[in-house]
């Protein structure tokens, strides 16, 4: 689950996997330092630019229980100097996060160091079950808003997380295949970005393992993307949506009872 990518079985040469001391080393999140703007090349979609030069992607999730109430979640997502390049804003009902809870719909907003709205990701209220074959979880890409770029879909499998990664026809274009056991008590979790037929491994998804008080008195998760640099922004833009899913999937849970 900890092995360091060069170690992966074929996994395609050129594609990063920075220093480990990085992740352990995050800025201040209350002194952020933006990305600065960089130029709109033509054929990307606008606000994607950012994602043209970055390899590594930091997302670092912030915790929100407030007086015990489930607050609705936000997200730095930074590039691999620390800078901000964008910021995410779940939103949904307080109904949908109290009776749903890690299954609830919500839309994710992601704006740029302008404030404008460059991403966003839809998620309907669906299955999680290994039992359940039918009706699983799902992400909608959208970039700009309105324009659908891409989807994140959950494939039945009874011992192993798996999803793909698809294009706005919903045609398969990479598949991302999670470990058996996904607490990350101890380690970091790597999630595997593979080809379609999963003989080729090309990169990963890691939730970074926090230490123990972290992960059980807070919400605070932090996920890092390692794919090649050249990967098409609309599908980095899906590994970040990927990233939302499998926190609530695998790792959020709430302090309210506490």
């Not at 009706?135 to 770029?149: C, F, H, K």
């Not at 939730?207 to 008195?217: A, L, T």
Request: charged share 15%; glycine share 6%; aromatic share 12%.
């Amino acid at each position: 689950m900890n092995q360091r990518s060069r170690d992966l079985p074929g996994f395609l040469p050129g594609a990063p996997d920075p220093d480990r001391s990085f992740h352990n080393s995050l800025p201040n999140p209350g002194n952020q330092v933006w990305q600065p703007a960089l130029p709109l090349p033509g054929s990307l979609p606008p606000g994607l630019e950012y994602l043209s030069q970055v390899i590594v992607l930091m997302n670092f999730f912030l915790p929100l229980v407030i007086l015990g109430t489930e607050t609705s979640n936000k997200y730095e997502i930074k590039n691999s100097l620390g800078q901000r390049i964008y910021f995410a804003v779940e939103e949904s009902i307080c109904f949908n996060r109290t009776f749903c809870s890690t299954l609830r719909s919500c839309t994710l907003k992601i704006t740029d160091n302008s404030g404008r709205e460059v991403i966003t990701v839809n998620r309907p209220l669906r299955c999680n079950s290994c039992w359940c074959p039918c009706y699983l979880q799902e992400l909608e890409i959208q970039a700009p808003p309105g324009t659908i770029v891409g989807y994140v879909a959950q494939k039945w499998h009874p011992f192993l997380p798996k999803f793909t990664i698809q294009n706005a026809n919903k045609e398969d274009i990479l598949k991302i295949v999670g470990p058996c056991a996904t607490c990350g008590c101890f380690g970091d979790v790597d999630f595997e970005v593979k080809t379609i037929n999963e003989k080729l491994t090309i990169g990963k998804i890691s939730k970074y393992w926090s230490g123990f008080v972290n992960d059980v008195f807070t919400n605070a998760d932090n996920f890092g993307i390692h794919v090649p640099a050249d990967l098409d922004v609309t599908v980095k833009a899906a590994m970040i949506g990927a990233c939302f899913l499998f926190d609530f999937m695998f790792f959020e849970h709430s302090l309210a009872g506490l």
